[in-house]
């Protein structure tokens, strides 16, 4: 089962996650894939993008021996 967090717990930086978000304009949830670098600053970044949570895109895909 994928793990996800609330937005206002920070990843990890250098790694691909999936965020959950809102967008006002069409008031639907959506989701796009993020690669964090060091410079952002996740509460600025939370705030601008209406993220509502995340994931790391690792935990999405299929581990080594786990049954498919």
Known sequence: ???WYPAKEAPN???WILTEWYDGDDGCI???ADYLYCLVYWK???????ITKWC???DLLPKKGDEQ
């Open 1 to 3: 089962m994928t793990k």
């Open 13 to 15: 930086y250098e790694e």
């Open 30 to 32: 959506k989701y796009d």
């Open 44 to 50: 600025d970044y939370v705030k601008r993008n209406n």
């Open 56 to 58: 790391y895109i690792d």
